[in-house]
């Protein structure tokens, strides 16, 4: 502001300073002509008048302007001489730096003719006198300057810094009172001056508005979209999770309860195999949506995973109301569904933990939310294992037995690298001829601190780890190597029956691998039998079917271990390119006694025969067992009655032992032509 009215005040002193001083200069110019004229009439006058020959004069002629006087006549004589003539010479006197002293000649006319007059006038008063104006204008075009860099400031601080602060207080206290927010738009008429600047800062302001307003709004969404399931809509992991500190908080500050439950859907991989994933996912929506309108609104539900919701019942006044609310949480979700013409029907399997009845209240706060979750799981899994459509309590025990399954799954992963596993054969004999036909290759594990565990207890466990792809490899291959060793040793027609696993079928390595191994023992494919249960078969029978088409164009065997358990489809069975069926030791075992076992053993001979596939009767356990299976036209009996599984060294034992002997080729061939007799004839 100061700067600007400095240079307003120094502009006018300029433009005043230009116009005042040709004005001075002009005046003084003026002054002296006119004083010039003055003297000139003076003398003119005075000369008149005078004598011319003594020219002496009344009146003085001297004063302050004219100081010096020379007369001459016609030829140059000089007449008068008077005051400062400066030797009447105008340059002398310029050379004499008497500045101020001008000389001006005139002709002037007297009584006796005309004359010339040399005057010399003092024009310093005249100097002076201009000068003093100049001086007069200046500090008079000073006073203007400074009026004017006043009155410039002053409408500076008037018509443009005033309403400019004014403008940005009502912006700052726009501000302010946001509370971090947009500014709210200002006041227009308060800035009245400015008030298109102000209706153009309105406009800006508008702007941020607006996309202030989109960001809130893509803020708003981005956060709802992480903290929730885009299914569903039901809070994600993430926000249940904080939901769940929270209650877990609220449950000790308060003393009060609250349970959990883990609600899974039940065969959900089958419902998205075969409807689709849209009817898989539609189902999950409207399971969560249910879920959450049966609820109360301070319940929490959420969803985990694919087909996983947890819930989250707060206030709970009896830990026993937690079944009543799981046995409607499975009524509600069992309800059918309709969705594009199909009638869908859901059943879930629930896991509850209490809260603090199932968790160490002792340990810290953070972990009892982890904890209570992880109790609900396993009593999930409790109710999975116990065979779905179904809830489970958490209980203690589930825990041990859940953490005993993880030490099993733990020391599996150990047990094939220390080489903890063994292959035991059993011994399979030709019911007809008692000759041995071979045997069943068992894996057998020496835990080192558990000492044996049962494959039954294993297996499963090796298959849901994946552990039983290698495990299977080495097992196939271990038989392999033996059988061939004890063919070598004159047991040339002894086969071996190895089984492999529903994941082994799957995995899409199979034929590969088995081809391998028999190249890699030298065994022939065809004293390979490959068992697979009849459950796993009934898994996924299209792609087992195709699998074992390949698996038979190999040469090898095949066989359906547990035949009569797993609900064979006998349209299928008859696309099965199997060659022998085992029936399973259950219907034997009681085979003497119970006239429904006999029945099934019947049938199953009758289907091999219709098939023309051998059946091997399993867990034969004694002679009456033995005999019944021969007088049925079975071909082949396992069993303890014959041999306990052994292991590689004991089974060669036994071979050198067995009274009958082993097959021989002939045998073999004796034994197909039996066969084939006995199905003709039905004898
Ligand atoms: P499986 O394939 O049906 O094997 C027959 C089972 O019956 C064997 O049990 C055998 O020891 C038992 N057994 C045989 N004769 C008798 C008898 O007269 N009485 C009684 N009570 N039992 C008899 P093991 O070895 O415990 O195997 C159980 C199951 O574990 C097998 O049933 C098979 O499904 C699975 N398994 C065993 N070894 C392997 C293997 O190497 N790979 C795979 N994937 N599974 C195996
Ligand atoms: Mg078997
Ligand atoms: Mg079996």
Redesign the pocket.
Known sequence: MLVFSSIVALSVLFVQVLLFVPAAITQYQGSVQSMYATEQAKLSQALSITNNESLEFSAPLLNDALVGLVVLDSDQQLLLEMGETLGYELNAAEQQGSESIKSLKMELQTSTGSVTALGFFDTSRLWVASKSFVIFLMLVSLLVSVVAGLCSGWATIRYFISPVDSLTSSLRGSRESSEGQTPEPIDVDANEDLKLIAEEFNALIEEQRKSSRQVKVKQQYLEFAAHHDPLTHLPNRLMFENALNATVEDAISRNVQFAVFLVDLDNFKFFNDQYGHLVGDKMVAEVGNRLRTMMRDVDVVARLDGDEFVVIQKDVQDPSSAEEVAKRIMTVAASPYEYRGFTLKAAVSVGISNFPTDVHVSQDEKMLGEEIVNNAAVALQEAKSNGKNQYQLFTEKMRSKLTARIRLEQDLKLALQDKQFE??Y?PKINIHTRQCTGS?????WRHPVNGFV???AF?PV??ETGI?IE??EW?LQTACNRTYELQQKGYENLNVA????AV?FTDGNLLPMVARTLEESNLKAGSLEL?I?ESAVMHDPEEVISSLHELSKFGMRLAI??FGTGYSSLAYLKRFPVNTL?I??AF??DISSDNDDVAIVEAVLGLGKHFNMKVVA????DEEQLNFLKSQGCDIA????IS??LNSEQYLAWLERWPYGVQTSDSQAESQSLDEDIRKTGT
Do not use: C, M, W
């Open positions: 292959v035991f059993q069943e290759a068992l894996v057998r049962s494959p039954e297996v090796a298959e039983i495990l299977g097992i190895v089984n492999i696993s082994q068992e249960t271990d547990d085992k399973d030791r034997i075992t399993e867990g034969v356990e396992q069993g303890y009655f306990k599984p």
